[in-house]
C-alpha cells in the first residue's frame, strides 16, 4: 500500500510541476514549484513533529 501512495504521489508531483513549468516561462514555473514544494517540506515536517511529540508524551 506505502508503495502504491509513493508511486502517485510521484506521478501527482511530475504533472503538477510539468503544468506549472509549462504555463509561461520556465523560470517562473520552476521558482513557483519549488516555492510550493518547499512550503508542502514545511507543513509536512511540522506536523509530524507534532505527532511525534503527541505520541512521546
Same mark, same amino acid.
Given at each position: 500500500m506505502l508503495n502504491?501512495? /509513493?508511486q502517485f504521489g510521484?506521478? &501527482? @508531483?511530475? @504533472?503538477v510541476y510539468? *503544468? +506549472? %513549468?509549462?504555463?509561461g516561462s520556465f523560470a517562473h514555473g520552476? /521558482? #513557483?514549484? &519549488? %516555492? *510550493? *514544494? *518547499? #512550503? &508542502? +517540506?514545511a507543513a509536512t515536517a511540522t506536523a509530524t513533529a507534532g505527532v511525534s511529540r503527541a505520541r512521546q508524551s
Amino acid at each position: 500500500m506505502l508503495n502504491t501512495f /509513493r508511486q502517485f504521489g510521484g506521478a &501527482l @508531483a511530475v @504533472a503538477v510541476y510539468g *503544468a +506549472l %513549468v509549462s504555463g509561461g516561462s520556465f523560470a517562473h514555473g520552476m /521558482r #513557483i514549484g &519549488l %516555492v *510550493a *514544494a *518547499a #512550503i &508542502l +517540506l514545511a507543513a509536512t515536517a511540522t506536523a509530524t513533529a507534532g505527532v511525534s511529540r503527541a505520541r512521546q508524551s
